[in-house]
């Protein structure tokens, strides 16, 4: 079996039940025209390349300050993670630094996927934001708690906010992070909830996400999906 790479883009599927581990990572890469060119050489590599077994799809997010990259591979578990590390995705970013040298990579953060909420099951995101939550020590019961806190505040919104589609929150193996997969319409729509006069994110009805015990620091970064990669069989 070997590489697809979706043209034109299709909107992964972070829902899949199968999926038992979620593998997260950063490049830096400084520029935009690195940024694309990181891309197009990662297309190139995986191309025609025998597939990983275990690994659902990989997805890359290009940042929207145009300094990074966000890989985001879905797995059926940590094994087969681990063994395609060194036969399939070490060899293929060497591949990637012959084009590309220079990319600083982050150690990768692994989650599962813990809830979902979409909006509309059609809608292609524009603009993908990731939202990371930390806490000061590890404890997957909080990280339960407080994802199912944040849909709390969210359901008793009176109003949704304008060109959501989605929110995808993955609890991290090691207890100490939360991070929420956020799918919108465009930049713009963001932008507009968390700057506008309804300030999503904001006033008394967040508060208790906000001051989560625990909690020490949250941070979010725009992207926009670069590359979809998935076997030949996968939709």
């Not at 060194?86 to 590309?100: G, I, N």
């Not at 995101?125 to 339960?144: A, W």
């Not at 609890?171 to 006069?197: C, K, T, Y």
């Not at 508060?207 to 020490?216: D, I």
Request: proline share 7%; aromatic share 8%; glycine share 8%.
């Amino acid at each position: 079996m070997t590489s697809k790479v979706e043209q034109p883009i299709t909107r992964p599927n972070l829902m899949r039940p199968e999926c038992g581990l979620v593998a997260v990572s950063e490049w830096t890469v400084e520029t935009p025209e690195r940024q694309r060119a990181t891309v197009d050489a990662f297309a190139a590599a995986w191309a025609n390349a025998p597939w990983p077994q275990g690994l659902l799809t990989c997805s890359l997010l290009c940042g929207n300050d145009g300094r990074s990259i966000v890989i985001y591979g879905q797995w059926t578990n940590e094994e087969s993670y681990r063994s395609g590390l060194e036969t399939h995705l070490r060899p293929r970013a060497a591949l990637v630094d012959q084009k590309v040298p220079g990319i600083v990579r982050s150690a990768p953060d692994f989650y599962r996927l813990h809830r979902s909420r979409l909006r509309d099951t059609a809608a292609f995101p524009g603009c993908i934001v990731l939202i990371t939550f930390e806490f000061e020590s590890p404890d997957h019961e909080r990280q339960k708690q407080f994802i199912s806190n944040v849909f709390r505040v969210i359901d008793g919104m009176p109003v949704q906010a304008e060109g959501a589609i989605g929110g995808h929150f993955h609890a991290s193996m090691d207890g100490l992070r939360v991070l929420n997969f956020a799918e919108w319409a465009n930049e713009a729509s963001h932008r507009q909830a968390i700057e506008g006069p309804s300030r999503l994110g904001s006033g008394p009805d967040w508060e208790s996400v906000r001051k989560f015990p625990g909690l020490h620091a949250s941070h979010f970064q725009r992207f926009t999906l670069g590359l979809n990669l998935a076997p030949p069989s996968q939709d």
